[in-house]
């Protein structure tokens, strides 16, 4: 049975789900898969295609050194295994990491180790969504301040004359396709970023509650932008510190 809060992912990542039982046994079977892993030997590391780095002479292993340095074990013990490589629903969804069932699957080609390592601790994240729901949203205080700033975005946009969805949209909490795609074609994310300045911490965030929470979390971990947070999403920083006390 799928936990509440895959439920909420919705058509987008019904794709992955549907692939994952697949998707690990070709990987589990493949001889050319080169084994790396993370935290010592608790999470591997299996590289189904050439890892590329277009940017400098980054390496896998300086990857695994930015994401160890930035999490406690503690907070990555709902994954398993991570997997990196060109797979086919990465097309499909139009996206470059996932997450699901304990499983991180990661595109092969970034453009160094921080780009990547920001992939795999977004994705992290949402492993610790899964594992933690009720610590996180279950007083409903998260998604309050989630869909307070998002009725500030109705109005930004409306005073600026940006093309409009109905505000419906804006006062769902869930990932939504196809205000996913308003927000990416109609109001495109240079204006984006304008308005979200000081709202969200960074414009993706305002898609979902779930991307609410993985940006925060990749902020307050590793990037270590905690009075940035703090300032911009006070409940949100709280919750995620309350998180990282737990250990």
Do not use: C, W
Request: charged share 25%.
């Amino acid at each position: 049975m799928m936990s509440k809060l895959v439920e909420r992912l919705g058509k987008k990542s019904s794709k992955i789900m549907s692939k994952s039982d697949y998707i690990r046994e070709s990987l589990n079977r493949s001889k050319s898969l080169n084994h790396h892993s993370l935290f010592g030997s608790r999470i591997p590391v299996h590289i189904k295609d050439e890892l590329i780095f277009t940017d400098d002479k980054s390496t896998l292993q300086d990857v695994i050194q930015i994401v160890q340095n930035s999490l406690p074990y503690f907070l990555v013990s709902n994954v398993d295994v991570i997997y990196v490589g060109d797979f086919s629903f990465f097309q499909e969804r139009n996206t470059n990491a996932a997450y699901e069932e304990g499983a991180i699957y990661v595109i092969n080609v970034q453009n160094n180790a921080a780009d990547m390592a920001d992939d795999i601790v977004h994705e992290i994240a949402h492993s610790v969504e899964e594992k933690y729901y009720e610590q996180i949203y279950g007083d409903g205080r998260v998604e309050q301040e989630f869909l307070g700033k998002r009725n500030k975005l109705y109005q930004i946009l409306k005073a600026y004359e940006e093309p409009l969805m109905d505000f419906i949209y804006f006062q769902n909490p869930d990932y939504n396709e196809d205000f996913d795609e308003y927000l990416y074609t109609q109001v495109g994310y240079p204006a984006l970023s304008a308005y979200a300045n000081g709202l969200f911490y960074s414009p993706y965030a305002s898609t979902s509650i779930r991307e609410y929470f993985a940006r925060g979390f990749e902020a307050y971990f590793l990037h270590k932008d905690l009075k940035t947070l703090a300032n911009i999403s006070p409940i949100l920083y709280n919750r995620i510190e309350t998180l990282a006390d737990m250990e």
